[in-house]
């Protein structure tokens, strides 16, 4: 089976920060990757599907990339409503173990 | 727009069987793929499974011989039953709305229901 890893597992940053996480799959999974945010008490948010869409209404500083077993959701300057956590996904099924993003 | 909604008991006792009910509004549940998905106390999202309106499935293989979900197209309905659950299947629970094209694109799970809490305890 199709494992998948998340680092960091914890991230300290500030506002303003650019932020990177990494998604990686035991196997080739091309770019089926989807992007999650959770906040604390909610469901998660889907932010970037096909490992670089964005989804509709999703601010312009998320991005992906990545292709193959390597990908990345970047957030070009954090602001206070992105720290929350962060969960990588493979086409319609599992998910990483996600990244926690909080205020350094 | 769309909204799902999870509903069940909130306590189950050891040895019993889990159930739940998603209930969708806003949007016909056909020509979509509807997932379960759980995240234990403090822990991560565990995928469970999901099945398409037309009622073929896709499990989770660590819970698959516990697992058997449904679908009820006439009442915008799909449903998740765990059996022989143990201290270990509490969680939230979730519902969620995938997207897949014809073709296979796979587009997220868009829409998810709240969630509910699920106890296993005697």
């Known amino acids: 089976d199709i494992q998948m890893t998340q680092s960091p597992s914890t991230l300290s940053a500030s506002v303003g920060d650019r932020v990177t996480i990494t998604c990686r799959a035991s196997h080739n999974i091309t770019t089926w990757l989807a992007w999650y945010q959770q906040k604390p008490g909610k469901a998660p948010k889907l932010l970037i599907y096909k490992a670089s869409t964005l989804e509709s209404g999703v601010p312009s500083r998320f991005s992906g990339s990545g292709s193959g077993t390597e990908f990345t959701l970047t957030i070009s300057s954090l602001q206070p409503d992105d720290f929350a956590t962060y969960y990588c996904?493979?086409?319609?099924?599992?998910f990483g173990p996600g990244t926690k993003v909080d205020i350094k | 727009q769309v909204q799902l909604q999870e509903s069940g008991p909130g306590l189950v006792k050891p040895s019993e069987t889990l159930s739940l009910t998603c209930t969708v509004s806003g949007a016909s549940i056909s020509s979509y793929y509807w997932s379960w998905i759980r995240q234990p106390p403090g822990k991560g999202l565990e995928w469970i499974g999901y099945i398409y309106y037309s009622g073929s499935t896709n499990y989770n293989p660590s819970l698959k011989s516990r697992v058997t979900m449904s679908v009820d197209t006439s009442k915008n309905q799909f449903s998740l039953k765990l059996s022989s659950v143990t201290a270990a299947d509490t969680a939230v629970y979730y519902c969620?709305?995938?997207?897949?094209?014809?073709?296979?694109?796979?587009?997220?799970?868009?829409?998810w229901g709240q969630g509910t809490t699920v106890t296993v305890s005697s």
């Open positions: 969620a709305r995938g997207t897949v094209t014809t073709t296979g694109y796979y587009y997220g799970m868009d829409v």
């Open positions: 996904q493979r086409y319609n099924s599992f």
